[in-house]
C-alpha cells in the first residue's frame, strides 16, 4: 500500500524510537476492509524494529496503540490513510516523546490536571481537512493525561453510529456519549470545554506571571504583523492567539495577495508561523485573552489556562468569526443540518437538497462547491441582488441545479427533534412566509468581530468593532487595534497586514514620547 518512497520517509522517521509499540488489531475475518487495514498497518511495521502487528479475531474494524506492552489509551477504529495518516505517526511519535505538536508547558499542565476518567469518541471522514487537527489535538491529550482515552472513527465504516447519533457533521466529539464538539477546534477551544464539563484539579494547574513591553491579542494577519513590528524594535513581546493564521487559515484560494499570484490559507498561515518564529516572540497558542484590566498605565491579562501577563502595550488584533443567523432553532441544530464550511460538512450532504444564506464571495463560492455534490443548491440573499464578484455570478448562472432568491430573510430554522428538515423565509417585498423543506444549511452571512472581552474596556461601534484613529489607537492610551476587529473598512489580508504594522509602530511612538511607560 505504502510507496517505497514514503517507506524510507517512515525509516527515517522512526529512526530514534526508543518505546516498542505494537498494534494490537481486532478485525472481523469477513470485513471488507480487513486486508487494506493489515497492509497499511504492516507496511508501516516494517520500517522500523520498534513497532509490531498483533492480529486477532473480532466483530468490526479497530486497532489499539500500545507502548511497551502497555495500553495507550489509543484506538482508531478506522483505515488511517489520506489526511488521518498522519494522525497515526503523531501519535507514535507524541508516545515516544518525539512528537512537535504538543502545547507549551502551561497548557500541557492544563491538560495533566483534567479529572478523570475522560472517554472521547471523535467521528471523521477520511476526506475532511480539519477533522486531522481534532483527532491529532485529543491524541496529544491522551498522552498527557492517562485518565483520558480516545477512538478516532471512520463514519463511514460505523455509518449505524453515524445515523443513531444523528451525524450531520465532522468532526463530531462525543465526551462520555455526551456531544462534546463539531467541526473545525483548536487544542485550546477543546481544552476549554473539556474543563468545563469535567473540571481541573487547580493544585495541578500552575499560573505563570510575566511582563512585556507589548502584549499582541491575535495570531492572524494583523497579530503577526504587529509582533514582528514590535520584536524589531527590541521590544519584549508576547502573542496571545488560539493559532496562527486565524481565519485565514479556512480560506481555501488566495489570489490578491500582492507579490504573491497564488497560495492558501493553510499555506499563507504556515508562513506567518515561520516568519514570526524568526524573531524573538513568545508565541503562548491554544489560549486567548479572558480578562482585561487596567492597572494605571499598564494592562493585566489573563488567558484561558490562568496565566496573567502585564504590559504597557495592548494591541488588538483578534479578528473576527462566522456571523449567525441569530433565529429561532440555528443553534439547536448547528452539526445536525445547519454548517458553516462547505469543505468539511459538504460531503454529508451529497445527493440532498440544501440552501446557501447568503449571496456575498464566501456564499456563491460555497454554492458553487455544493453544486457539485447535492441534488439542489438554493441560495437565499437578504439584499435586493448578490453581492458576489460577476465572475462568480456567472459561474453560478451556468450551473442547473441552483436556484437563486433576492430579498429574501430567514426567520427561522425548523427541526424534527433530531435534525434540521426547513428553512422558514420570508419575502422582503410582499412580506409574504414560507417553508423551504431542506437537508441542511449553510450560513455565509459574513464575519462578526470578535471584541466581547473588550467591549468593556474600549470604545465599540454598533457592530462590536472596535474604534480607532487613523493610527490604529483607541480611546484608551496604551490600547490598539488593528484588522478585522477595528473599524478599518475593507476586510482584506494584505490591509489587516498593513493596519497591524501601524499599530505597533504607533505604540512604539507612544512609548518613545514617554505616553505608556
Aim: hydrophobic residues 40%; contains cysteine.
Amino acid at each position: 500500500m505504502l510507496e517505497p518512497a514514503l517507506k524510507e520517509q517512515l525509516k527515517g522517521i522512526f529512526a530514534g524510537l526508543e518505546a516498542d509499540f505494537t498494534f494490537d488489531i481486532s478485525v472481523s475475518a469477513s470485513h471488507e476492509s480487513r486486508a487494506e487495514l493489515l497492509e497499511l498497518l504492516s507496511d508501516v511495521a516494517e520500517c522500523s524494529d520498534h513497532i509490531t502487528c498483533m492480529v486477532n479475531e473480532g466483530s468490526g474494524l479497530k486497532f489499539t496503540i500500545g507502548k511497551n506492552g502497555k495500553p495507550t489509551g489509543i484506538t482508531f477504529r478506522a483505515i488511517p490513510n489520506g489526511h488521518e495518516f498522519t494522525s497515526l505517526l503523531l501519535a507514535i511519535l507524541n508516545l515516544d516523546g518525539k512528537g512537535k505538536n504538543f502545547p507549551d508547558e502551561a497548557v500541557c499542565n492544563r491538560v495533566k490536571a483534567l479529572k478523570g476518567p475522560i472517554h472521547l469518541v471523535t467521528y471523521v471522514s477520511l476526506t475532511c481537512t480539519n477533522c486531522p487537527d481534532v483527532v491529532q489535538a485529543l491524541n496529544a491529550m491522551t498522552t498527557l493525561n492517562p485518565s483520558i482515552t480516545h477512538e478516532m472513527v471512520d463514519g463511514a465504516l460505523y455509518q449505524d453510529e453515524v445515523d443513531a447519533l444523528k451525524i450531520q457533521g465532522v468532526p463530531s466529539v462525543f465526551a462520555d456519549g455526551k456531544l462534546l464538539h463539531v467541526g473545525r477546534g483548536e487544542f485550546g477551544e477543546l481544552l476549554a470545554k473539556l474543563e468545563t464539563q469535567y473540571g481541573i484539579d487547580e493544585t495541578k494547574a500552575e499560573t505563570e506571571v510575566k511582563e512585556y513591553d507589548v502584549i499582541v491579542a491575535g495570531g492572524g494577519p494583523a497579530g503577526v504583523s504587529a509582533a514582528i513590528y514590535s520584536a524589531r524594535k527590541g521590544l519584549r513581546v508576547a502573542i496571545v492567539a488560539e493559532r496562527v493564521g486565524g481565519q485565514v487559515k479556512e480560506t481555501v484560494g488566495i489570489e490578491n495577495l500582492i507579490s504573491v499570484p497564488e497560495t492558501t490559507g493553510s499555506e499563507l498561515a504556515d508562513n506567518l508561523k515561520t516568519h514570526l518564529l524568526r524573531y524573538p516572540v513568545d508565541l503562548l497558542e491554544q489560549r486567548k485573552i479572558e480578562k482585561v484590566e487596567l492597572a494605571g498605565k499598564d494592562k493585566l491579562v489573563t488567558t484561558s489556562v490562568g496565566e496573567k501577563f502585564i504590559a504597557p502595550a495592548l494591541i488588538i488584533a483578534t479578528g473576527a468569526s462566522w456571523q449567525k443567523l441569530n433565529v429561532p432553532g440555528e443553534n439547536d441544530y448547528i452539526g445536525r443540518g445547519v454548517a458553516f464550511c462547505p469543505h468539511c460538512d459538504g460531503p454529508f450532504y451529497k445527493g440532498k437538497q440544501v440552501a446557501v444564506v447568503g449571496g456575498g464571495n464566501s456564499g456563491i463560492e460555497a454554492a458553487i462547491d455544493l453544486a457539485g455534490i447535492c441534488s439542489k443548491v438554493t441560495v437565499f440573499e437578504f439584499m435586493d441582488e448578490l453581492k458576489a464578484d460577476n465572475v462568480l455570478q456567472e459561474r453560478l448562472k451556468s450551473l442547473p441545479n441552483v436556484e437563486v432568491f433576492v430579498s429574501s430573510q430567514t426567520t427561522e430554522v425548523i427541526g424534527n427533534g433530531d435534525k434540521l428538515t426547513a428553512l422558514r423565509i420570508k419575502d422582503r417585498k410582499t412580506e409574504e412566509e414560507r417553508l423551504v423543506e431542506l437537508d441542511g444549511v449553510f450560513v455565509q452571512i459574513g464575519l462578526s468581530a470578535n471584541s466581547s472581552v473588550f467591549r468593556d474596556i474600549v470604545e465599540t461601534n454598533r457592530p462590536g468593532e472596535i474604534v480607532i484613529d487613523a493610527h490604529c489607537r483607541t480611546n484608551v492610551t496604551g490600547i490598539y487595534a488593528a484588522g478585522d476587529v477595528s473599524t478599518v473598512p475593507y476586510k482584506q489580508i494584505i490591509i489587516s497586514m498593513g493596519e497591524g504594522a501601524k499599530a505597533a509602530l504607533s505604540a512604539f511612538d507612544d512609548r518613545v514620547r514617554g505616553l505608556i511607560v
